[in-house]
């Protein structure tokens, strides 16, 4: 389960604005903001449908393992991820740098 924090953090990723998420997942706006200032949390089965639908759009909640804690990345398809690989690879051997 989400919390307000990584709700807001999925809602950037996959870039969508507050009222078009409240839209898409059928939760009030205002029960959005309230969650993801932290000031009041909604009950399970409305961070289920925030989360459903920041999943369906794109983001990835990863859950808290040990030490690390709970985060979002966005989703890459096959496609996407074969083009990064290219991109990566395309700047030559790799080396260390003087950037601290």
Do not use: H, Y
Request: charged letters at 25%; proline letters at 5%; glycine letters at 10%.
């Amino acid at each position: 389960m989400i919390t307000g924090p990584l709700c807001r953090a999925g809602r950037a990723l996959v870039e969508i604005s507050r009222p078009k998420l409240a839209a898409n997942s059928q939760v009030d706006a205002r029960t959005i903001e309230l969650f993801e200032r932290g000031i009041s949390v909604p009950d399970d089965a409305t961070i289920d449908a925030l989360q459903s639908t920041l999943e369906t759009l794109g983001a990835m909640f990863i859950p808290e393992k040990g030490s690390l804690g709970a985060g979002v990345r966005l989703k890459f398809n096959r496609s996407i991820t074969e083009r990064i690989g290219t991109l990566e690879n395309e700047g030559g051997m790799s080396a260390k740098d003087d950037v601290p």
